[in-house]
C-alpha cells in the first residue's frame, strides 16, 4: 500500500499539467456547488424571516360561539410546557374596528398585547422611529402606510368605532413600522386591558400565540400541543398550513438546487475518469514493467485510488476557498441601495464540508474505473507491444 502511494504521487508529480487540470475542474465544481448551495440556503433563510419570523408561527384560537379564550393564563401555561421547543409566548386580544379621521374612515384591526412579551415576537420596538410604546391605558401606536393616510403623528388623539357602535378616542404615543404594509396600514395596536375594554371581552383574549426554535417543526409541535390543551374548545395552527405557497416555493428552490449540484457532481466524477482512464493508458509501459517486476494487482489498482484521494482532497480544498471568493464576492456587487447583499450569505459549515467530502468521494469513485483497467493489464502484452 505504501509503495502505491509514492508511485501515484509520482505519477502525479510527473504529469503536473494533467494533475492541474483535474484539481481546478475539481475545486470548480466545489465552488459552484458551495456558492449555489449557499446561496439558496440564504435566500430561503431569509424569505422564511421576512415573512413568518416576525410573526406567530404557532397560534392557538378558540372555537367556541364568541371565538374567545376564557381562563388563557392555563392555555399559556400548557403551552410553555413544550419549553424549549416553544419560545415567545403572547396573548392577543384583536377585533376590528373604524378609524374615523377628518376626511374619510378606514378598517383596522385593533391589537391589544402584552407589550413585553408581544415585542418578543414581532419586534414592535425595533420598529418604532417616532415615539414610544403604548404604557397606559387608552394608548397605541400606529403603523407608517395608515399615519400618512390619515394624517395621523404623534401626540394625536384619533376617534375609533368598535363593532358595537362605541367609540374611544386614543391618544397616539408612537408609529411603528414593521416591513410589512398591511400589517402598517391596518393594525393599532394597544396594551392588552385597553383592547380588552374596547371590544368588550371582559378578561378573554382571541389567541395565544408563539414562536418556535425549529420554524419547519411548527407543525409538529403544534400537534403535540394540541394533544395537551385541556379545554376541547381549542385549535392549533402553524404557518406551514397556512403558508402552502410559500412551502411550495421553498421546496422547488431545494430540489432545483440539489439537481444542480448533482449534475456538477457527476460532471466532475465523469472528467477525472476520463482522465484517469488516459493516464492508465500513458502509463501502461510502467505498469507493465512494475507488473514484471512483482507488483500485485491490488497495488496497480491501488495507485489510481491514491491519485484519486489526493486530486479529492486537493480539489476539495481549493473549491472551498473558490467558494468563499465567489460569496463574497456576490455580498459585494450584488447589494441593495443601502449598501446590504440582495441575499444574505448563510455559512453552513456542515454544508462546506460536506461538500468537501462529496468532492474526495466522487473523485475516487471516477478512480475505480481506471483502477479496474490497470489490474487487468497483462504485463508480457504490454512490454511486447511496446
Known amino acids: 500500500m505504501r509503495l502505491a502511494f509514492k508511485i501515484a504521487l509520482r505519477f502525479l508529480k510527473s504529469g503536473k499539467g494533467q494533475t ?74 384583536d377585533g376590528p374596528a373604524t378609524l374615523d379621521y377628518e376626511t374619510d374612515t378606514a378598517p383596522v384591526l385593533i391589537r391589544g398585547f402584552n407589550i413585553q412579551d408581544s415585542d418578543e415576537i414581532y419586534n414592535i420596538d425595533e420598529g418604532m422611529y417616532d415615539g414610544r410604546l403604548p404604557e397606559r391605558k ?68 382571541s389567541s395565544v400565540e408563539m414562536q418556535v426554535t425549529e420554524v419547519f417543526e411548527a407543525d409538529v409541535i403544534g400537534d403535540k400541543i394540541g394533544y395537551a390543551l385541556s379545554s376541547d374548545s381549542l385549535k392549533v395552527d402553524n404557518w406551514k398550513d397556512q403558508n402552502q405557497s410559500l412551502l411550495s416555493g421553498l421546496n422547488g428552490q431545494s430540489v432545483s438546487s440539489y439537481m444542480i449540484q448533482v449534475f456538477v457532481l457527476v460532471a466532475v466524477l465523469l472528467g477525472i475518469s476520463s482522465v ?48 468563499f471568493g465567489l460569496l463574497y464576492s456576490f455580498t459585494k456587487f450584488a447589494v441593495n441601495p ?20 462529496f468532492a474526495v468521494a466522487s473523485a475516487m469513485i471516477a478512480s475505480l474505473i481506471p483502477a479496474r483497467i490497470s489490474s487487468r493489464l497483462n504485463p508480457i502484452e504490454v512490454i511486447k507491444n511496446g
Open 338 to 357: 443601502d449598501g446590504t447583499p440582495v441575499v444574505p450569505i448563510y455559512i453552513n459549515y456542515g454544508f462546506i464540508a460536506l461538500s468537501g467530502m
Open 276 to 323: 484517469l482512464a488516459i493516464s492508465v493508458v500513458q502509463r501502461s509501459k510502467q505498469l507493465g514493467i512494475l507488473k514484471a517486476m512483482g507488483i500485485k494487482d491490488r497495488e496497480a489498482s491501488l495507485i489510481f485510488v491514491f491519485q484519486g484521494l489526493m486530486l479529492g482532497i486537493l480539489g476539495a480544498i481549493m473549491g472551498i476557498a473558490f467558494g
Open 138 to 205: 387608552d394608548e397605541v401606536v400606529i403603523g407608517r402606510e395608515l399615519s400618512q393616510l390619515a394624517g395621523i403623528g404623534t401626540g394625536d388623539r384619533i376617534l375609533v368605532l368598535n363593532p358595537g357602535g362605541g367609540s374611544v378616542r386614543f391618544d397616539v404615543t408612537g408609529l411603528y413600522d414593521l416591513g410589512v404594509s398591511s400589517i402598517n396600514e391596518s393594525w393599532i395596536i394597544t396594551n392588552l386591558q385597553t383592547a380588552q375594554d374596547f371590544l368588550g371581552m371582559g378578561d378573554k383574549v
Open 20 to 93: 492541474i487540470l483535474i484539481v481546478l475542474g475539481i475545486s470548480i465544481g466545489v465552488a459552484v456547488q458551495l456558492f449555489i448551495g449557499s446561496l439558496i440556503q440564504g435566500l430561503q433563510i431569509n424569505l422564511v424571516d421576512t415573512t413568518i419570523g416576525s410573526s406567530s408561527q404557532v397560534t392557538i384560537t378558540s372555537t367556541s360561539e364568541d371565538k374567545l379564550i376564557d381562563n388563557w393564563d392555563r392555555t399559556v401555561y400548557e403551552a410553555s410546557l413544550f419549553k424549549p421547543e416553544v419560545i415567545n409566548v403572547s396573548v392577543a386580544a
